[in-house]
């Protein structure tokens, strides 16, 4: 082999060729809200919602990145920002690839969400938003039973704060809301920000 | 909204889905092998050629991570090993969105590119081989010419070791082969292991 040209070490396969071949651009749903909120139930009723409808797309969640990528951080405020910095740098590479990557994570600090938002082209912070009262009635793995009783630290409205976005570019209130209206509300959402070509075949 | 049920938080769109709306499976080529061997040279060619194909491919290197998700890490032994184990992670978050995700990172211990084997179903190590004299002579980057005036510390092949392979699923040896031949070689891996099946429309 010849000395490679560092030129062909850059990517060839431009993003606007991935979009067209997947009909729609690639981009980001972030969505940020408590624990309760409803994010990651809504994050993959989405991703179902658009697969069906033809769409390139992919949940990354706290779960599925804490038990992976994330595994050597814990919930301190600065591993909090570790992990959100690199789930805003993962997302920006599916994103990147041409798929849209809905991001559900509570990401509790605003300058985090700032940071994970510069990294893509499209990212739109989309606020899941339900009161403490009623994402602690709900409390869907218990969390907030044991951050009451003290046996969790460092737990998002209880002992840690959480950042309401100031300007999302999109709010769906899980507690006015059902699950299918909210779920309209977000393909609405993308509907008008990520339209579907129609295909050719 | 209902309390969330803690099943729907899980993903609803299975891996044999998106293969079947992809038309071939998801999963990790791991390229490895020296600086200067041509892995990303190799990696974006091979990406052009499935993407022409139809395939849903995407390349993550070491430039590309170095930038964004590893920029925190260093080269020492164990921030190499933390690079290796993200960027496992990613590629296997890659191939369960369905893609074929090319690795393409010196990755020179054997134990790192053990465990970013076991996170993907399909994975599969390429060794991409030449000698060191044959990279050093190529020095794409300079790196080579930096390492030996001492002027970078812990460079593969130079003042750091490169564990080769024991038993890759396939070797190419760029000293021996042109480009064309090896992306010719690597495209009949794929075609093997990743079989695209004919379109309906």
Redesign the interface.
């Known amino acids: ?6 030129e ?6 431009a993003l606007p ?2 979009e067209s ?1 997947n009909r729609h651009p690639g981009g980001v749903l972030w969505f940020t809200g408590l624990s ?1 909120a ?1 994010k ?2 809504l994050a ?2 989405l ?2 919602c658009l ?1 069906n409808e033809g769409y ?6 706290g ?2 990145l804490r038990g ?2 994330s595994s ?1 951080l814990r919930f301190t405020h600065i591993d909090r920002t ?1 992990n959100i910095r ?1 789930a805003g ?2 997302a ?3 994103a ?2 041409g ?1 849209i990557c809905i991001a559900a994570f509570i990401s509790p600090y605003r300058s985090d969400r700032a940071i994970a938002s510069t ?1 893509a082209k499209r990212f739109h912070e989309i606020y899941i938003r ?1 009161d403490l009262t009623t994402c602690e ?2 409390d ?2 218990g969390l907030y039973r044991l951050a009451r009783a003290g046996e969790i630290e460092n737990f998002t409205g209880i002992d840690d704060v959480y950042e309401a976005p100031d300007n999302p570019a999109f709010v769906v209130d ?2 006015e ?3 299918e209206q ?1 779920l309209a509300s977000l393909s609405g959402f993308v509907a008008a920000h990520f339209s579907l070509r129609a ?3």
């Open positions: 082999m010849t000395q490679p040209d560092v062909t070490t850059h990517r060839r396969v060729q991935r071949r309760g409803g990651s139930t993959f009723a991703e179902e697969f390139q797309v992919y949940v990354l969640d779960d599925n992976g990528l050597d570790e690199r740098q993962v920006a590479l599916f990147d690839a798929l990294n339900a009635s709900r869907p793995k899980t507690t809301l059902t699950i909210s295909s050719d075949g």
